[in-house]
């Protein structure tokens, strides 16, 4: 089936509704571009146009005037809280007296996790659905006076289909571990090396002596799980960014509407409060890694909360991939490898877009180059040494 040529902007995903918008989403097996969680978002009120976070959700339509594809897409007052980092580009452009904000942005807001940003309902032709989410999306850019438009974190072939379209290409690295089949969490041990195998041993049972693990999902999780994960939470987030981006109300939300999409490992003295959490969500085809805090400091024990537990429960469900999260060369060690992530950018003023093309095309290299280095010197994998 077609679609038709007129893209429509919403200024909240509820003016869309679930029903259309996970015609197209679900089938992406992805929980950062569900209607849940982005409604979320807003609903909690992280994602709103005082948080710098205003939507300008896309939508196209077939011929039977029903939502066709869907973009989830925002117009920001800053750079904070999406992980691919332009902050010198705004500086170097408003220096010159350019106006860097606002700007479009195309993502899963706080979330530096890979997935469809072109989102096409599958009985849609692909291509036709993502020209006219991209064309709409760059008129929206031209109509609003924004400076450019940032697509973050896309699965690879929309990077490459973006890229044949004219938009500037940008590769990072993030650290993910890829189940190669294993049955137990022993059998990935035996995968590594010798010396990584003692060293993981003896880390997790450091990290879980005297203490009380406890993972929980679906009906399991109550108000006081949340309120306890709350507190770790503002704790690193206040530490690492000043303000953190999720507000109480969001954890809340999260539990009553995708709970069974959350894993929440929590650690604790037996008989005493807890004192550590990690926050997962669960894909299709992936464990999402994604928030962490602790109020009482115990050794190794963000390695076993956030890495470990992550490939164990991983193994159990049988996913393919854990992703740990931006950023942490020191994730290589526990078997998460250097994995490629991308964005794609458009930029209206040539004398801006043009050296920062030339940028982005010395840093790909620098990053490849940085991937094969971390992946051959410090592979803790037996077959890969």
């Known amino acids: 089936m077609g679609v038709q040529s007129a893209v429509r902007v919403h200024r909240a995903i509820s003016e869309i509704g679930q029903d259309a918008w996970d015609a197209c989403a679900a089938s992406t097996g992805d929980p950062f571009v569900s209607y849940d969680f982005l409604s979320i978002l807003e609903e909690s009120g992280c994602v709103a146009a005082r948080t710098g976070w205003a939507p300008q959700h896309l939508t196209v339509l077939d011929e039977a005037d029903q939502v066709a594809g869907v973009m989830p897409l925002y117009l920001k007052s800053h750079s904070q809280g999406e992980y691919v980092f332009d902050h010198s580009w705004a500086d170097a452009y408003e220096r010159a007296g350019g106006r860097y904000y606002p700007k479009l942005q195309c993502s899963s807001p706080f979330s530096p996790v890979t997935g469809s940003r072109l989102i096409v309902r599958p009985d849609i032709d692909a291509a036709e659905g993502r020209s006219a989410l991209m064309g709409g999306a760059l ?10 438009l940032h697509v973050t974190f896309p699965v690879e072939d929309q990077w490459r ?7 500037l290409l940008r ?22 090396s010798a010396n990584r195998r003692k060293t993981i041993r003896r880390e997790r049972r450091d990290a879980q002596e005297g203490l009380e693990i406890v993972a929980l999902t679906g009906a399991d999780l109550t108000e006081d799980h949340w309120d306890a994960f709350f507190a770790f939470y503002m704790d690193t987030g206040g530490r690492k960014w000043g303000r953190p981006y999720l507000n109480r109300p969001f954890f809340s939300l999260l539990g009553q509407r995708m709970a069974d999409k959350v894993l929440l490992i929590l650690a604790r ?3 005493g409060p807890f004192i550590a959490g990690a926050l997962n969500l669960l894909g299709r085809d992936c464990l999402y890694g994604r928030h962490w805090g602790c109020v009482e400091d115990a050794p190794f024990l963000h390695f076993e909360l956030c890495y470990y537990q992550a490939i164990e429960h991983a193994i159990r469900l049988g996913l393919p991939r854990v992703e740990a999260g931006a950023q942490g060369q020191h994730k290589i060690a526990r078997g998460y490898l250097p994995s490629a992530v991308y964005s794609a950018h458009w930029i ?10 030339r940028y982005l095309e010395r840093e790909r290299a620098a990053v490849e180059s940085d991937m094969e280095m971390l992946t051959e010197e410090y592979s803790p994998f037996r077959e890969e040494r």
């Open 348 to 357: 209206a003023d040539p004398m801006l877009r043009e050296p920062v093309a």
């Open 171 to 192: 590769q990072d690295q993030q650290y993910h571990w890829e189940n190669r089949g294993y049955e137990t969490f022993d059998d990935f041990l035996g995968a590594l």
């Open 269 to 271: 003295r037996p008989g």
């Open 161 to 167: 289909w973006m890229g044949e379209r004219g938009m």
């Open 139 to 148: 008129t929206l850019c031209e109509r609003m006076g924004a400076s450019s």
